[in-house]
């Protein structure tokens, strides 16, 4: 019997991976704050492309060609913000330098990912429901627990294809696919 292709539709995203240092701070910070403010643990990362519906073979194939010629790219954080969804409740901003931005349209494009909102490049450190109150305190303690978190430059070196839904366990989050970005020389 031949499978319906609708129902083989999911939520994915593509996500760069910070170095390895980089990725450990973020784990160790969202620890950290989770001890405190509940939420569960991330997977340090920044989305390159948002959720985008596609079926399984097609979102491979897309990030297959995404990948194509891609190099590890430079990022810097740019301070300790807070949001209003539960998935930006406190994250580092990243600043906007042409690497990231490009990478972001690069994937994009392939993915056929268009939104009305600016690009925002982040990486959370805690997802939960809180008072603006309970951010701030949050906030507040990112920052006490890693006074440089802020103003740190590090390199993306690969990236992940996500199946996310809004499970906010994150349980039923799916790893599909990754991707290690060429060095730079």
């Known amino acids: 019997m031949a499978s319906n292709d609708a129902q083989d539709v999911a939520p994915f ?4 991976v910070p170095s390895k240092e980089m990725k450990n701070r973020i784990k160790k910070l969202n620890h950290a704050l989770r001890s405190e403010f509940g939420g569960p643990e991330l997977n340090p990362h920044l989305t390159v492309v948002g959720m985008t519906r596609l079926t399984r073979k097609d979102a491979l194939e897309r990030f297959k060609a995404a990948c194509q010629g891609l190099k590890a790219y430079p990022a810097h954080t740019k301070g300790v913000s807070i949001g209003s969804s539960y998935w930006q409740c406190v994250y580092v901003l990243l600043d906007t330098n042409p690497e990231v931005m490009e990478a972001n349209a690069h994937c994009s494009k392939h993915f056929g990912y268009t939104t009305i909102a600016p690009y ?5 450190l805690l997802y939960a429901n809180l ?3 309970e951010k701030q305190k949050a906030l507040e303690k990112a920052n006490e627990l890693d006074n440089e978190i802020g103003n740190l430059c590090f390199t993306i070196d690969r990236l992940e294809l996500w199946i996310t839904d ?5 349980k039923s989050w799916e790893k599909v696919a990754e991707f290690e970005l060429e060095k730079c020389h």
């Not at 995203?13 to 760069?16: D, K, L, P, Q, R």
């Not at 809004?166 to 994150?170: A, F, M, T």
């Open 13 to 16: 995203a593509v996500w760069g």
């Open 120 to 124: 925002m490049p982040h990486m959370s």
């Open 166 to 170: 809004g499970d906010e366990s994150l």
């Open 131 to 133: 008072t603006n109150e």
